[in-house]
């Protein structure tokens, strides 16, 4: 009953990458789920299932259905942080999903997935428990990674079931389904371990999504930085999150930031590296919230008061300017450390 009821709710999205390998024009196809949140045709999935798609418009994204309708998708805008997007496709009629209330998840309790795993096996319904609340989780390689708060389960997840509902015995989704583990980082190989997004945590992300394109409210201080590498620490330099560039016209440059400066703390929460600086903000503050910076200048420790901005387009769009119009830095010989650009 509930795969029935829900069936026509879920969707398969395929993203279409061409590619010129050797003067060769070769496509490929990278493959997710979704479910639908209007009628008017809102459909939510992953950001990382559409991420090739952000910034390049040749890039196609399609969506289709159980019954063999396929739609040509826009992206509506994307989260990265919190690894949600929204996508719009031209239909009406169409049937959505109820969302539910994650917040009275409790462990044990059963919980159930539709998707298309490896994009080949499409509309595939999974079981299994809600095996735990409140994971902290870190995707992502190559230093560009993301620390998401997940509910984990047993649910058969797979490649190709991101960005799919997981629902409750009820019908309701209460969750994304995200990311498994098949691997620890010692090597040992694991089963039984998804994990997805609680549906509470992302509502107001979709919702604002949908209406602005963008997640508002978000604190932005329009500076680049860098950890102060293992090797200046072990020469005094303290560790934390030193400043590169500042966006002109920023909060931080109305705050007094000024490139050198490393920041170690936002009022009482100790900063150590860039990713504590980047996590800090993103749990503790809001755009219009203001801080207490400790900043360690020229070997003295400075306290500077920020009041934050918003990020939205104009505000890191003024930021990536500063970036590209400033020389980086070939380090200071007063505190001793050096750095690339991020």
Not at 292 to 317: G, P, S, W, Y
Request: charged share 15%; aromatic share 6%; net charge negative.
């Amino acid at each position: 009953q509930l795969y029935a009821a829900n069936l026509a709710s879920c969707v398969g999205i395929t993203v279409n990458t061409t590619v010129n390998i050797f003067g060769q024009t070769t496509t490929s196809a990278a493959s997710g789920s979704g479910f639908v949140l209007s009628q008017d045709g809102y459909i939510a999935t992953n950001y990382h299932v559409i991420e090739s798609a952000v910034n390049d418009p040749s890039v196609t994204i399609q969506v289709s259905f159980a019954d063999g309708s396929k739609y040509d998708a826009k992206l509506v805008g994307g989260e990265k942080d919190n690894d949600v997007a929204v996508l719009k496709i031209e239909a009406s009629g169409l049937t959505r999903v109820t969302l539910g209330d994650s917040d009275k998840l409790v462990v044990g309790e059963n919980v159930y997935a539709i998707g298309n795993p490896l994009g080949e096996l499409t509309y595939s319904l999974t079981d299994g428990i809600v095996s735990a609340l409140d994971r902290l989780i870190t995707t992502g390689d190559n230093g560009d990674t993301t620390t998401l708060n997940v509910l984990q389960t047993n649910c058969a997840i797979n490649p190709g079931n991101s960005g799919g509902p997981l629902f409750d015995s009820y019908g309701n989704v209460i969750g994304i389904t995200t990311a498994k583990y098949t691997q620890s980082s010692s090597g040992v190989n694991a089963e039984g371990l998804g994990f997805a997004l609680p549906i509470n945590d992302v509502k107001e992300i979709l919702a604002d999504l949908i209406e602005h394109g963008y997640v508002t409210g978000k604190p932005y201080m329009g500076v680049q930085v860098d950890s102060v590498s293992s090797e200046a620490q072990r020469y005094g330099i303290s560790a934390g999150a030193v400043i590169v560039s500042v966006a002109k016209d920023s909060c931080a440059e109305k705050a007094g930031l000024q490139v050198n400066d490393i920041i170690t703390a936002i009022d009482d929460t100790a900063i150590d590296s860039s990713s504590a600086l980047t996590a800090a903000l993103s749990t503790g503050y809001k755009a219009g919230d203001t801080a207490t910076l400790t900043v360690i200048r020229n070997q003295q420790e400075v306290k500077l008061t920020i009041t934050f901005d918003e990020k939205n387009a104009q505000t890191e769009a003024n930021n990536q300017i500063q970036q590209n119009n400033q020389q980086p830095s070939q380090g200071n010989q007063d505190n001793g450390y050096y750095y690339q650009w991020p």
